[in-house]
């Protein structure tokens, strides 16, 4: 009897869980209301969450301690940062000067245009990997923006509420990032694992990838901007039974610590590239 | 008759009150305060305490009633989240006559395998849904971390609905 009464209940159950996955797409309305009224308060409650967390690592006798290493750890960021689009540059330079014979080439390694600073209020609790920020419709954001830091490459917009974003990061499973070895020149598909590190698979075996090499993205398709940090490689995994090699990358940007990011509301993809064909079409030199 | 439902009808505010509050302290607190790279699970770890100290309906009805309201609030599939949990609830409240037994030991322990099979029903119904899961990164670098920081979280909030509820009692 009891046997029966269990499995009546788990049968409910069942039949009740897939039809709440049925109706999942006629909740979004009451969704958005929801999120929208409880938006400010996870704001509130993530900022506290913040300052709690800061207070536990930092104490108050060496705020100023703190301080100083707040912006000593910004301006290692911002020379990393910058290291590697230094490198770029010349690599840059090196191949155009090969290719087009430029008495002098000029870097111009910029996104342009306008970006969003949003503020992460908070991660999705599920196992589905994902971050919400303060920023929506309203504020101009639109599904498949990128979404960056000072340190690297974060994912893009995934979903567009009026007051509040959703993105997905490039270490969901479900993120794909056309991506470039800096130092072969190799592109290829950087996907996320659920886990802390990303990879890049079928890589053919004859390409030399190094652990420490550094992962930028390619910005084919124009869904990335180009030369935005991705990564760097951690580790190769090469079988000579194997056609292809992988590499392990592990994302520039903490994604434990993300606080604010910047939504790329506009950029130039590639503009580079565009730059050159046209000029090689037009028959000019490049600009 | 009519005392008791009028008395039922304003306890549902302030469990939707909490279960709301749960679930924004969820998605926008715990995040903040991981250990070791593990983040706390407050749904999980409140649908086990209420699940032991009420039965298996009340976990079951908790279980989905703070899921369904944080698969809404993260705008992912509805069930993702509110499936595994009420399962959950309602097979961790097969232990309710038990609890007394030991307070310290079964809540614990109960709170390790709820986060080890909260783990295997959410990759599972993720895989019904069409997301892709990898299992070596589930039960991957932050595994054990996850389960220890979920046991002892259950574990606080069990002992804190206990006195709760005897304070409550003593007090009547």
Same mark, same amino acid.
């Given at each position: 009897? /009891? %046997?029966?009464?269990?499995?009546?209940?788990?049968?409910?159950?069942?039949?009740?869980?897939? %039809?709440?996955?049925?109706?999942?797409?006629?909740?979004?309305?009451?969704?958005?209301?929801?999120?929208?009224?409880?938006?400010?308060?996870?704001? /509130?409650?993530?900022?506290?969450?913040?300052?709690?967390?800061?207070?536990?690592?930092?104490?108050?006798?060496? $705020?100023?301690?703190?301080?100083?290493?707040?912006?000593?750890?910004?301006?290692?960021?911002?020379?990393?940062?910058?290291?590697?689009?230094?490198?770029?540059?010349?690599? +840059?330079? $090196?191949?155009?000067?090969?290719?087009?014979?430029?008495?002098?080439?000029?870097?111009?390694?910029?996104?342009?245009?306008? %970006?969003?600073?949003?503020?992460?209020?908070?991660?999705?609790?599920?196992?589905?990997? /994902?971050?919400?920020?303060?920023?929506? +419709?309203?504020?101009?954001?639109?599904? %498949?923006?990128?979404?960056?830091?000072?340190?690297?490459?974060?994912?893009?917009?995934?979903?567009?509420?009026?007051?509040?974003?959703?993105?997905?990061?490039?270490?969901?499973?479900?993120?794909?990032?056309?991506?470039?070895?800096?130092?072969?020149?190799?592109?290829?598909?950087?996907?996320?694992?659920?886990?802390?590190?990303?990879?890049?698979?079928?890589?053919?075996?004859?390409?030399?990838?190094?652990?420490?090499?550094?992962?930028?993205? &390619?910005?084919?398709?124009?869904?990335?901007?180009?030369?935005?940090?991705?990564?760097?490689?951690? &580790?190769?995994?090469?079988?000579?039974?194997?056609?292809?090699?992988?590499? $392990?990358?592990?994302?520039?940007?903490?994604? /434990?610590?993300? +606080?604010?990011?910047?939504?790329?509301?506009?950029?130039?993809?590639?503009?580079?590239?565009?730059?050159?064909?046209?000029?090689?079409? $037009?028959?000019?030199?490049?600009? | 008759?009519?005392?008791?439902?009028?008395?039922?009808?304003?306890?549902?505010?302030?469990?939707?009150?909490?279960?709301?509050?749960?679930?924004? !302290?969820?998605?926008?607190?715990?995040?903040?305060?991981?250990?070791?790279?593990?983040?706390?699970?407050?749904? @999980?770890?409140?649908?086990?305490? @209420?699940?032991?100290?009420?039965?298996?309906? !009340?976990?079951?009805?908790?279980?989905?009633?703070?899921?369904? @309201?944080?698969?809404?609030?993260? !705008?992912?599939?509805?069930?993702?989240?509110?499936?595994?949990?009420?399962?959950?609830?309602?097979?961790?409240?097969?232990?309710?006559?038990?609890?007394?037994?030991?307070?310290?030991?079964?809540?614990?322990?109960?709170?390790?395998?709820?986060?080890?099979?909260?783990?295997?029903?959410?990759?599972?119904?993720?895989?019904?849904?069409?997301?892709?899961?990898?299992?070596?990164? @589930?039960?991957?670098?932050?595994?054990?971390?996850?389960?220890?920081?979920?046991?002892?979280?259950?574990?606080?909030?069990?002992?804190?609905?206990?006195?709760?509820?005897?304070?409550?009692?003593?007090?009547?």
């Amino acid at each position: 009897m /009891r %046997g029966q009464v269990l499995g009546v209940i788990l049968a409910i159950i069942v039949v009740i869980g897939i %039809g709440m996955m049925l109706i999942s797409g006629r909740l979004s309305p009451a969704g958005d209301f929801a999120r929208w009224l409880v938006a400010p308060l996870e704001e /509130r409650l993530s900022h506290a969450g913040k300052s709690f967390r800061d207070r536990l690592e930092h104490p108050s006798d060496i $705020e100023s301690l703190r301080a100083e290493n707040q912006r000593l750890r910004r301006e290692v960021e911002r020379l990393q940062v910058a290291q590697v689009q230094l490198a770029e540059v010349e690599k +840059e330079n $090196e191949r155009l000067r090969a290719l087009l014979h430029f008495a002098q080439a000029h870097p111009t390694y910029r996104v342009q245009g306008a %970006g969003v600073v949003g503020l992460v209020i908070g991660r999705d609790p599920s196992i589905v990997d /994902r971050i919400l920020l303060n920023v929506g +419709e309203l504020d101009g954001i639109q599904p %498949g923006m990128p979404v960056v830091t000072n340190t690297g490459l974060v994912g893009r917009i995934l979903h567009v509420h009026k007051t509040t974003s959703v993105v997905l990061p490039i270490t969901d499973p479900d993120s794909a990032v056309s991506a470039i070895v800096q130092s072969s020149r190799l592109t290829g598909i950087v996907r996320g694992q659920q886990g802390p590190t990303l990879v890049m698979k079928y890589i053919p075996l004859d390409t030399p990838v190094q652990v420490g090499d550094l992962v930028l993205t &390619a910005g084919l398709g124009s869904v990335f901007p180009p030369k935005i940090v991705i990564g760097q490689v951690v &580790a190769v995994q090469r079988h000579d039974y194997d056609l292809f090699q992988k590499a $392990e990358i592990r994302p520039t940007v903490d994604f /434990r610590r993300l +606080e604010e990011v910047l939504v790329l509301t506009h950029f130039a993809p590639n503009q580079e590239v565009k730059d050159v064909l046209k000029a090689l079409s $037009e028959g000019k030199e490049r600009p | 008759m009519r005392r008791r439902h009028s008395a039922k009808g304003v306890l549902i505010i302030p469990i939707l009150l909490l279960m709301v509050g749960v679930d924004i !302290a969820q998605i926008s607190l715990a995040p903040w305060i991981t250990w070791a790279g593990a983040t706390p699970d407050f749904m @999980l770890a409140t649908t086990v305490v @209420l699940a032991l100290v009420f039965g298996p309906w !009340a976990g079951g009805m908790w279980g989905i009633g703070t899921g369904t @309201l944080a698969d809404v609030l993260a !705008a992912h599939h509805v069930g993702l989240l509110a499936f595994p949990l009420m399962i959950i609830g309602y097979i961790a409240g097969l232990a309710h006559h038990r609890v007394l037994e030991s307070r310290i030991v079964i809540p614990a322990g109960i709170g390790a395998m709820a986060t080890v099979g909260y783990l295997i029903l959410q990759g599972g119904v993720a895989i019904l849904l069409g997301y892709p899961v990898i299992w070596r990164s @589930l039960f991957g670098e932050t595994f054990w971390q996850r389960v220890i920081y979920t046991t002892v979280w259950t574990w606080i909030i069990f002992q804190g609905v206990i006195w709760l509820r005897s304070h409550q009692r003593r007090e009547v």
